[in-house]
């Protein structure tokens, strides 16, 4: 069967679960889950070999090392990636929630949550990302169809065989966890214009990822963003707070888009701050990409270009930029910023109270890291990305932004 009908196969087999699944209630969706979960582990040993040859083969290839972590997993990954399934089960079910009111010609009026229906999830080298984006589809009543990297094809062939089996073995209908097995892309252009079978498409991954399926996608797309992330260090900062707050934001994890890839440092403690930053960077093996002041305070530091202020690095790379002050701080953020995430340091509530108010990105933070604009880390269990535009949802998109509105309105005879 030729591979272009079988796209358009999947597209149907999801419209058929997503009809299915939107009437299935939570304690079905919770049981379903919790045997995906189990499902992983049990089959353990088949999923590390699967990824050992993802693996070897991004090494061959000369991917960066960064990217190599990302993709690679570990039999604590593997239970990390169960128990986020277990976590997604003691969360609230977000379909059906509403409210309902009477207007005064009798008509009563409700209003409740329900699922998107066909989600399409295409994303890069995080074998996590399989797990993650089909059990919330899965919680919110959606049926996903997963397009991951060609770099994780093997590891996500045996992820979403394994826990779609487990879904369905437990009452899930069949295609509401799905997989495109091929890696050429221009079945992924094909799946962008999928709008009979798929409601909306969610990109996660680099800049060029987003902005191709941005660009050529028909169906709507709900927008995640890179994350040119900043750290401004007030000339009010304390620095026993500042250096381990930057030093977190961008080598906790240098491949992921809440990692810092900007560091600005107001010039009044740039002369104290730089040196003792500089240091630690440096013990933690980061380059450091400087402005002209930067880099005669930190000898080491190579001169900055431009692109470098635009650059997402996903890398132990970063930027550093001494300012003039808070307001040539948010202009640099304004001009730069991917809306993703920004933190200052300061203890000036003045200057954090402006940094929150006026800096325009999904999460703004006040003397901590970055590092915290994830799902987990906000109580809504797993995510399915960050989104950095501003309709339908922004910030860490967990269950309740994979569902839409509906209205159901009873009446008794009225037509006025």
């Known amino acids: 069967m030729d591979f272009e009908y079988d796209l358009v196969f999947l597209g149907q087999m999801a419209k058929k679960a997503a009809r299915k699944l939107a009437s299935i209630g939570t304690a079905e969706k919770n049981k379903a889950l919790s045997a995906m979960a189990e499902a992983l582990l049990v089959h353990e040993k088949e999923i590390l070999e699967a990824n050992r040859l993802d693996v070897e083969r991004a090494i061959a290839k000369g991917l960066k090392s960064s990217l190599v972590n990302r993709l690679s997993l570990t039999p604590d990954g593997i239970k990390e990636i169960s128990e986020a399934l277990r976590e997604v089960i003691n969360l609230p079910d977000p379909t059906g929630e509403g409210e309902f009111w009477t207007r005064p010609n009798g008509l009563r009026i409700q209003r409740i949550r329900v699922p998107l229906g066909v989600v399409a999830m295409i994303y890069e080298a995080r074998p996590n990302v399989t797990v993650d984006a089909a059990g919330l589809c899965l919680k919110s009543g959606n049926a996903v169809i997963l397009r991951g990297g060609s770099e994780a094809i093997e590891s996500n062939k045996v992820l979403v065989r394994i826990i779609a089996n487990a879904a369905e073995e437990n009452g899930m209908p069949q295609g509401a966890i799905q997989l495109v097995t091929q890696t050429d892309r221009k079945y992924v252009q094909q799946l962008l214009k999928m709008n009979t079978y798929v409601d909306v498409v969610i990109p996660r991954g680099g800049e060029g990822l987003i902005q191709t399926v941005v660009q050529n996608s028909t169906v709507p797309v709900i927008e995640t963003g890179t994350g040119i992330c900043h750290a401004y260090v007030d000339r009010a900062a304390d620095f026993a707070k500042a250096i381990p707050i930057v030093i977190n934001s961008k080598t906790n994890k240098p491949g992921v888009c809440n990692a ?8 009044a403690v740039a002369d104290q701050f730089l040196p003792l930053i500089g240091e630690e960077l440096r013990k933690h093996n980061v380059e450091i990409k400087g402005c002209s002041r930067t880099c005669e305070l930190l000898p080491y530091a190579l ?6 202020w635009a650059t997402e690095y996903l890398d132990l790379i970063l930027s550093i930029g001494v300012v003039k002050d808070l307001d040539e701080a948010l202009d640099h953020i304004y001009t730069y910023s991917t809306k993703h995430s920004d933190t200052i340091i300061t203890e000036n509530y003045a200057n954090a109270q402006r940094f929150l108010k006026e800096v325009d990105a999904a999460a703004v933070y ?14 809504f269990g797993a995510e399915i990305g960050i989104s950095t535009q501003k309709l339908h949802a922004r910030g ?14 009873y009446g008794e005879g009225q037509i006025v």
Do not use: C, Q, W
Not at 260 to 267: A, N, S, W, Y
Not at 369 to 378: N, V, Y
Not at 396 to 407: D, H, Q, S
């Open 260 to 267: 810092l890839e900007t560091l600005l440092v107001d010039d």
């Open 303 to 308: 001169p900055a270009s431009e692109d470098d």
């Open 366 to 379: 006040v003397n901590t890291s970055t590092r915290f604009t994830d799902g987990g880390r906000f109580g």
């Open 396 to 409: 860490p998109m967990g269950l309740k932004e994979l569902t839409t509105i509906k209205y159901m309105i």
